[in-house]
């Protein structure tokens, strides 16, 4: 049974940075893509990056270029989002996904596993 867990959530302040953490068990191989979503109240989740089994292929939302970096270790099963210069637009609930195969899309309705989400405020 695959099964995710993110961690690293909280409330920083403007300009400030956050990891967040995604454990990924139950995949049989590390032929699986990785995806960072987030979802504020109000708005549909977002793709905000993706990852492929060996860092080949990565994806970045326009608005975190620069600004957020997606790295996996596979000997860990973990996928990590470094957030920085974060914005009050970045607070949501950032979920991550996986799917095994190749990457297409950072799209959510490719994503056949879900974690339970970690909250991101920014805030002054």
């Known amino acids: 049974q695959v099964q995710l867990v993110e961690s690293g959530g909280g409330l920083v302040q403007p300009g400030g940075s956050l990891r967040l953490s995604c454990a990924a068990s139950g995949f049989t191989s590390d032929n699986y893509v990785i995806g960072w979503f987030r979802q504020a109240p109000g708005k549909e989740r977002e793709g905000v990056s993706c990852i492929n089994s060996y860092d080949v292929v990565t994806y970045y939302e326009d608005s975190v270029k620069g600004r957020f970096t997606i790295s996996r270790d596979n000997a860990k099963n973990t996928v990590y989002l470094q957030m920085n210069s974060l914005k009050l637009e970045d607070t949501a609930v950032y979920y991550c996904?996986?799917?095994?195969?190749?990457?297409?899309?950072?799209?959510?309705?490719?994503?056949?596993?879900w974690g339970q989400g970690t909250q991101v405020t920014v805030s002054s």
């Open positions: 996904a996986a799917h095994p195969g190749l990457f297409r899309q950072c799209a959510a309705w490719r994503y056949d596993y």
